[in-house]
Every structure is written in structure tokens, then in C-alpha cells.
Antibody, heavy 115, light 110 residues
Framework: EGQLVESGGGLVQPGGSLRLSCAAS????????MHWVRQAPGKGLVWVSHINSDGRSTNYADSVKGRFTISRDNTKNTLYLQMHSLRAEDTAVYYC????????WGQGTLVTVSS | QSVLTQPPSASGTPGQRVTISCSGSSSNIGRNTVNWHQQLPGTAPKLLIYNDFHRPSGVPDRFSGSKSGTSASLAISGLQSEDEADYYC???????????FGTGSKVTVL
């Protein structure tokens, strides 16, 4: 069964940067839109960004626009999220998910922004 | 920013039917399909219902989705203890040019 595996999370100071990765295995990746969704501790799901299948079209939530960049490498079956100017309110588990139906989801990677 | 409103909680005894609502607007549910996601405690979300009422392979037929106008609903019939989880609706929003998730509903089996 195919899966998505996120990595790259960790502790970063306010104002810092981090790059998340989402590796796809055992499933079709290159022909699907891909998303990043985050969940702050004890809170609900919030859509962050998505990218179309060839990487030429992207959208972002207002809260991350200008600070985060989504990209993908279809030769490596990998999705990325470059995050800059991180704030305490960006602290969350970040999930990647495939397609307009968000299926499947990855297991998530925790990003903690704190001094 | 959640623009899809769900009740914070719902509960029932084993075997009962529980329904969760998801209220939106003409820019999201009114024009676009709704997905439902189940998040078991301490785990990642999982797709439960897609395109308003379709079930992915492996999802029991106890789970059903419906939509009318700018609202959608998830029904769980024959409630089981393993259904205790958080449930979220989601849809594309034409005004925000992005996806929106519901506020989430915690289902408790009494």
C-alpha cells in the first residue's frame, strides 16, 4: 500500500527557516495535486498550500503567503515546503496529502517555533 | 481560518446513529464537493467520504455523506467504540482560492 512520509520538522527560533519534505512511495505521485495541511497542538486542521501536478500552479493560505514556498520534484516523487520568517503561531504538525480528495495523508512532522 | 462550521461534539451509545453537520456558504459547499476526514486519537487524518457521498475502498458503509445547498452532513449508523475520533469536513472555496476545513467534531461513544 502506498504512503506519504514527511520529514524535516524540528525546533527552530522565531525568524528562522526550515524545509519540509514529503516522500511518496508505492503510489502515483506525478499526476496529482499535492497539499500541505497543518494542525497546531490541540487545534483543528488548516490548509496551508497546494501545487498542481507539474508544479507550475500554486496557492497559499493568507497566513503563510510570502513566507512559505511549495514545490515538487516528480523525478524524486517528493513534495517540499520551504518555510521562512517562522513565527510562534506556525508551530504545528505539518501533513502532506495527495489529490483533491486528500488521500492518502502522511503521518505528519512536528515544527516547533520557539526561542 | 475555518469558514466551515461544525458542532464541537456529538455522542451516542453503541449501535445508535450519530449525525454531524458542516455549514458553509455559496463560495464553498454551495459550489464544490465536500470531503470528510476521520482523525483517530494520536494519528493522522484519513479520508472517510469524498465528493459529497462516495466512500473510499475499505470504509464501512456505516459511514454516509450527504449535501444540500450550503450544508453537508456525515452520518454514522450502528455506532461502534472504534468510531471515537475527530471528524472534519473540507471543501474548495472559490472566494479564498484555497481549501477550507471545518472546525471539527469530536464523536464520543458512551
Amino acid at each position: 500500500e502506498g504512503q506519504l512520509v514527511e520529514s524535516g520538522g524540528g525546533l527552530v527560533q522565531p525568524g528562522g527557516s526550515l524545509r519540509l519534505s514529503c516522500a511518496a512511495s508505492g503510489l502515483t505521485f506525478s499526476s496529482y495535486w499535492m497539499h500541505w495541511v497543518r494542525q497546531a497542538p490541540g487545534k483543528g486542521l488548516v490548509w496551508v498550500s497546494h501545487i498542481n501536478s507539474d508544479g507550475r500552479s500554486t496557492n497559499y493560505a493568507d497566513s503563510v503567503k510570502g513566507r512559505f514556498t511549495i514545490s515538487r520534484d516528480n523525478t524524486k516523487n517528493t513534495l517540499y515546503l520551504q518555510m521562512h520568517s517562522l513565527r510562534a503561531e506556525d508551530t504545528a504538525v505539518y501533513y502532506c496529502a495527495r489529490g483533491v480528495t486528500f488521500d492518502p495523508w502522511g503521518q505528519g512532522t512536528l515544527v516547533t517555533v520557539s526561542s | 481560518q475555518s469558514v466551515l462550521t461544525q458542532p464541537p461534539s456529538a455522542s451516542g451509545t453503541p449501535g445508535q446513529r450519530v449525525t454531524i453537520s458542516c455549514s458553509g456558504s455559496s463560495s464553498n459547499i454551495g459550489r464544490n464537493t465536500v470531503n470528510w476526514h476521520q482523525q483517530l486519537p494520536g494519528t493522522a487524518p484519513k479520508l472517510l467520504i469524498y465528493n459529497d457521498f462516495h466512500r473510499p475502498s475499505g470504509v464501512p458503509d456505516r459511514f454516509s455523506g450527504s449535501k444540500s445547498g450550503t450544508s453537508a452532513s456525515l452520518a454514522i449508523s450502528g455506532l461502534q467504540s472504534e468510531d471515537e475520533a475527530d471528524y472534519y469536513c473540507s471543501a474548495w472555496d472559490d472566494s479564498l482560492n484555497g481549501y477550507v476545513f471545518g472546525t471539527g467534531s469530536k464523536v464520543t461513544v458512551l
